[in-house]
């Protein structure tokens, strides 16, 4: 079969325009019948109920938190880009698309990345209007800072709490729309599964978690914007509770996985400290702005980072990189963090840490607030005292974190980082208007793989979802309910309902009637340690085909020896987590069956057998230049779709950062 | 930092629904890391009892980096424990040394009912956003960002205010369980930026009355909230709110 991606004709930045001024609309009287359901809450699920709601529509929220807004999007700290070129500095809504397309390793649809970057401006506006307090400079202007994979200041933030003031936006404009009667808002509750009539989605079964009750409910259409699957490695800078769930149940019901192979890894998280670690914390990447990151030029060595003199330090990013520097892109900084500690260089008790330092920083700030103040003679303590009052304005509460964390103190003495899982590019697989393949089921934001190729680059999770719910959905689901006017709402005991929710009762019954010996956080870890050790930051053949086998392995120990506590009717966290870990289970065999399909490096996606001589990311456009579209057939059964990718403007070259 | 070992006691609240009573239980705790956080030295007593056939402890988390606002225990009396300016997540047990005792106990609050164990009902935070937490702003209405600019000290100030991370701990923490300083955050919030003066004044009536009508005490200004609250959000803010609410009221017709 083909996928349909439904990119509007013309030229590239008149595609979104031209579509806009073409589709089909619905009027206010019919937005009134219509009923959307609208599944997580995050920057994406908020902002797309708040948007649909605003418009007329009859919108239901689901979130497993007990509010909306402690969804996973509230811990993005850095910033959200937008094409403003505030800074004058040579931005555009052009070079935002070229540099995503480019940062994606050209993995990526154009025609998706182009309308993200012209409707990222509104964002800024809109958040602005909100009543988000983005940092200003003094003139009471806004400020930008720079980011990974770019040569402009183009991102907007709020010290290191960016995602959760856009957010708590988003979520004040969830709620109003709440008080207005447009949306029902629904916590605590987590879908498990779509329901489908006549072939389109027309609605859900979802669990209240308080009293594990199974509930019906209707919609003429489904959104999934129920983020990334990250928690697939157990150890990720994700929330505990971020899974895959949903999205996998939509899979399984017909919405074919694109690339579930990509993921990012982060290269600034704090190290891990011990087998007890439940959780990974990314230090931001606005920290390499300032941060300069290092190792000793000698193996093993021992001594403290403040005893190596700076003839034998080696910054090795500004060494092999000399253009971008400490901002390289993610990948990139990763597999470089990655390459000097498996050569030896690591440092900290685990030598699986480089250092990110800030002395620098401190003594150039601190010059410069000498020379603001005219104190001519200040010491150096003096200089030092001043640079730390700036450091601690710009990224105070992600110094505290690291301190309460680790016990040091980051002012003294250098960070200690190491990569970490933080997102995944991959996810269910939309066309131009974010649908999937089953009609009337949605993604957005990080829920759906389209716009981050097979990288993303810093503070562009934040745009993509407020631009897929503020700015796009409005527009293409009411090209798909236009057809719907005259659909009524369907009775919730209609027998396509009754046989989603018998399923879903005997799925939960058969977990619970395993009492094995082993707990789901075992099953989980052991996953966790499969996909990191031969899906991880670097892969090859031999190891995914172990992985493979391996994790099959896992899923017939886990279906036959979990250890579930407590009973179905209560709030019972192990028995939600066990469906988590059950559905990470067959989405990790997924993951290591696309890696394993694509051979080739681009991106976070690093085949070992793929590479340059200077061990950089080859990718083989002949062969791979496609999206890796994967349907579900039956257990460990997928059929594999391409979508084939055609760069009409950014020509694919050798991605260089030097 | 010298890591080390240690065995704790630990007095956690227990209670399997809100009809029902709780009560304290005992649990012994060996070998908890001084690396680890909090909350993985309850995954670790939790991972045990399931092993050992018995109740696990439910309790609230997700983000585990101090930003969800979901954790909400209450530790040897204070909300989110020792640590000043601190969440549960991110209170590590180098907090704690060999033989202690620990109590943890739900947010106390008729307003935030027990759902089990130590998760509470926060629900009436989300009925005061919706009387007036917000801007009514339609999505595509807005000006350009920079067409009006903003004094650098009243962004600041408002950043400030809206970095609560709603978590009820100001609730926990008062005599009273006030909820004085959440919603003066909000009201504080969008009161110093300009986007904010149309609804000014019928924002803090609503908020104020939703507060009141969920069962949240008086405010007799002893500052707790100020000195538990993990993003250290301050009481002036409710100082701001008290002359927000009686300007609001005064020109109210």
């Known amino acids: 079969m083909d996928l349909k991606s439904k990119i509007p004709d013309g030229p590239m930045h008149e595609k979104w325009t031209d579509y806009k001024g073409h589709v089909k609309l619905v009027n206010p009287a019919n937005k009134r019948k219509l009923e959307i359901i609208v599944v997580g809450t995050g920057l994406a699920g908020a902002s797309a109920a708040a948007a649909l709601g605003e418009l007329g529509y009859k919108v239901k929220t689901f979130c497993f938190q007990d509010s909306p807004r402690r969804a996973h999007s509230i811990a993005a700290q850095g910033g959200i880009n937008a094409a403003k070129n505030y800074q004058n500095d040579g931005d555009s809504v052009f070079r935002l698309f070229y540099d995503t397309v480019k940062g994606g390793d050209y993995r990526a649809r154009e025609a998706n990345v182009h309308r993200l970057a012209e409707v990222s401006a509104a964002i800024i506006d809109h958040c602005v209007a909100q009543g988000v307090p983005f940092a200003r400079e003094y003139g009471g202007l ?33 709620e109003r729309q709440v008080a207005l009667g447009n949306v029902t808002q629904y916590s605590r509750h987590e879908m498990l599964d779509v329901v489908m009539i006549d072939g389109k989605a027309r609605g859900i079964i979802a669990r209240d978690l308080v009293n594990g009750k199974l509930e019906r409910h209707f919609g003429h259409a489904v959104l999934l914007c129920t983020g990334g699957y990250g928690n697939v490695f157990y150890l990720s800078t994700n929330a505990m509770g971020s899974n895959v769930t949903a999205a996998w149940k939509a899979h399984k019901k017909g919405a074919f996985f694109g690339n579930p192979c990509f993921t990012q890894i982060h290269p600034t998280c704090i190290p ?57 892109p993610r990948d990139v900084a990763s597999r470089a963090a ?7 260089y690591g440092v900290g008790t685990t030598k699986m840490a480089v250092y990110l330092d800030f002395a620098d920083a401190i003594k150039r700030y601190g010059k410069i607030e000498v020379g603001k103040q005219g104190l001519d003679n200040a010491n150096e303590a003096a200089i030092i005292r001043m640079g730390k009052a700036v450091v601690e304005e710009k990224y105070g509460n992600l110094f505290e974190m690291y301190e309460k964390i680790t016990g040091e103190n980051p002012y003294e003495m250098p960070m200690r980082i190491y990569p970490a ?31 981050h190729g097979a990288n993303r680059l810093g503070a562009s999770a934040l745009m993509q979802g407020l631009a897929d719910g503020y700015f796009v959905i409005p527009y293409t689901l009411g090209n798909y309910l236009a057809d719907d006017i005259r659909t009524a709402s369907i009775p919730t005991n209609h027998p396509a309902f009754d046989e989603a929710e018998v399923k879903v009762q005997q799925r939960i019954e058969i977990l619970m009637s395993i009492q ?49 506590p407590g009973k179905i009717s209560e709030m019972n966290p192990e028995l939600d987590k066990a469906g988590r870990v059950a559905d990470f289970i067959e989405l990790g065999e997924l993951m290591c069956i696309d890696a394993l399909n694509r051979n080739e490096s681009c991106g976070g996606h690093f085949r070992e057998e793929s590479q340059t001589e200077e061990g950089e990311a080859k990718r083989d456009d002949e062969n791979f230049s496609y999206v890796s579209s994967w349907a579900y057939r039956g257990e460990s059964n997928w059929e594999l779709i391409k979508e084939p990718l055609n760069f009409e403007i950014v020509k694919p070259t050798q991605r260089s950062y030097k | 930092m010298e890591h080390y070992n240690m065995n704790l006691t630990l007095k956690v609240w227990k209670q399997s629904n809100s009809r029902e009573p709780g009560a304290f239980e005992t649990y012994p705790v060996q070998n908890i890391s001084s690396e680890m956080s909090f909350l993985e030295m309850f995954d670790v007593l939790n991972e045990q009892l399931i092993r050992d056939g018995k109740d696990p402890i439910a309790f609230d988390h997700d983000c585990r980096e101090g930003i969800c606002g979901t954790c909400s225990m209450y530790i040897n009396g204070k909300a989110h424990g020792p640590w000043e300016k601190n969440t549960t997540c991110q209170l590590h047990m180098r907090a704690f040394k060999d033989g202690d005792t620990i109590v943890v106990e739900p947010w106390r609050a008729a307003a935030f009912p027990v759902i089990k164990d130590l998760m509470v009902d926060r629900s009436a935070f989300d009925r005061i956003m919706q009387a007036g937490g917000y801007i009514s702003v339609n999505t595509g209405n807005a000006v350009d960002a920079n067409s009006l600019p903003i004094d650098k000290k009243d962004a600041d100030l408002s950043f400030m205010a809206a970095s609560c991370i709603g978590c009820g701990a100001c609730v926990a923490a008062c005599k009273n369980s006030s909820a004085m300083l959440f919603v003066s955050a909000k009201v504080s919030q969008l009161a110093l930026l300009p986007q904010g003066e149309p609804e000014r004044e019928s924002r803090v009536l609503n908020m104020v009355a939703q507060m009141d009508k969920e069962g949240f005490g008086n405010c007799t200004n002893t500052y707790a909230c100020e ?19 009686l300007k609001a009221g005064l020109s109210a017709d």
């Open chain 1, 338 to 344: 990655k390459e000097r500690c498996d050569e030896g």
């Open chain 1, 142 to 174: 806004l400020s930008n800072r720079s980011f990974g994979g770019t040569q402009v200041q183009r991102t907007f933030y709020a010290a290191g709490q960016t995602g959760q003031q856009l957010l708590l936006g988003a979520y004040s404009a969830l």
């Open chain 2, 227 to 245: 000195a538990e609250c993990p993003k250290g959000i301050s009481v002036s803010n409710i100082a701001r709110m008290n002359r927000e609410y």
């Open chain 1, 272 to 328: 891990v400290s011990g087998d007890h670690q439940s959780k990974l914390t990314l230090m931001s990447e606005s920290l390499r702005n300032d941060g300069r990151i290092w190792v000793p030029k000698q193996k093993d060595d021992s001594r403290k980072a403040i005893d190596i003199p700076e003839a034998e330090r080696d910054y090795y990013l500004e060494r092999r990189y000399p253009a971008f520097g400490n901002l390289v």
């Open chain 1, 421 to 451: 899982v933080h997102y995944t590019m991959g996810g269910l697989w939309v066309d131009y208007e974010l649908q999937t393949t089953v009609p009337g089921l949605y993604a957005l934001g990080e829920a759906n793989f389209s716009d």
């Open chain 1, 516 to 564: 094995g010996k082993q707990t789901v956080e075992s099953f989980h870890k052991r996953l966790g340690k499969i996909m990191w050790d031969k899906c991880g930051m670097a892969r090859n053949e031999k190891g995914l085909k172990e992985a493979i086998e391996e994790i099959r392995q896992l899923r017939r120990e886990f279906w036959s020896d979990v250890k579930i």
